[in-house]
């Protein structure tokens, strides 16, 4: 058999292997694992039992030993390619659950609250924290939600935020009264961040009347 013979042979084999992988592509590592160790044992087996005679009529038979290099070439390679296969197909998997875990992440963390515009101060910022850890509101996706008291009192805490509104006691009526300060009402904006309406007109309605029911305690988030 000639050297050309023996390499159409194995090139055959190699060919069929590649096809074989690429058929049956979720068992690649094991179809070239498999191949490569079947030409190499093969091969030497061959060698081991006479079949393959390296040396022939007292001379080295260069075909025979040349095919014999190749198989083993070959088995090397359909190794190598094995594990060049499934490292590059662990890191796609691995990518793969990594983005998977950051899309679950990003999925499952809840909806924050964001102030925008005229709403973003650091006094709001500050007053809806603690309005917020002390039960009179809670997140609610993107917006707030107003718990505890009335309409009139919500008002009341966005104007003292907003506007610089204060409670001014008077001795004679011993009680104090809802006094407006200069700031632009947002009212737009509040209503749509607390999902209510009429938050601005509330406010309006108390305008020099006494402060809302507990008023005082919301006086208390504005210090320090």
């Known amino acids: 058999m000639t050297i050309t013979r023996i390499f159409l042979l194995l090139l055959c084999a ?26 190499f044992t093969g091969t030497l087996l061959l060698v081991g039992l006479g079949t393959i005679d390296l040396i022939k009529d007292n001379r080295t038979d260069i ?4 095919g014999v290099f190749f198989a083993l070439f070959l088995s ?10 499934h490292a590059k197909n662990k890191g796609k998997n ?46 609610d996706g993107s917006h707030y939600r107003w ?3 009335t309409k009139a009192l919500l008002a009341y805490m966005c104007g003292r935020i907003y506007c610089g509104d204060v409670p001014e006691y008077s001795e004679l009526d011993r009680k104090s009264f ?20 009429g938050i601005g007109q ?18 208390k988030l504005f210090s320090d």
């Open 63 to 66: 075909v025979a030993i040349a």
């Open 147 to 149: 718990r505890k008291g």
């Open 178 to 197: 809802w006094k407006f300060g200069n700031g632009l009402f947002p009212d737009a904006e509040l209503n749509a961040l607390f999902e209510q309406t």
């Open 14 to 39: 190699f060919i069929l292997v590649l096809v074989l992988a690429t058929i049956f592509k979720r068992y690649q590592r094991i179809v070239l694992w498999s191949a490569a160790i079947v030409i």
């Open 94 to 139: 691995k990518q793969m659950v990594q983005t998977k875990n950051s899309q679950s992440e990003g999925q499952n963390m809840p909806e924050k609250v964001v102030l925008s515009g005229r709403l973003d101060t650091p006094l709001a910022r500050e007053v809806f924290a603690k309005a917020v850890e002390a039960g009179y509101m809670e997140d």
């Open 76 to 85: 090397c390679a359909l190794a190598c390619g094995a594990e060049r296969l």
């Open 202 to 219: 509330s406010r309006q309605n108390r305008r020099d009347m006494a402060v809302p029911a507990n008023a005082g305690e919301i006086d």
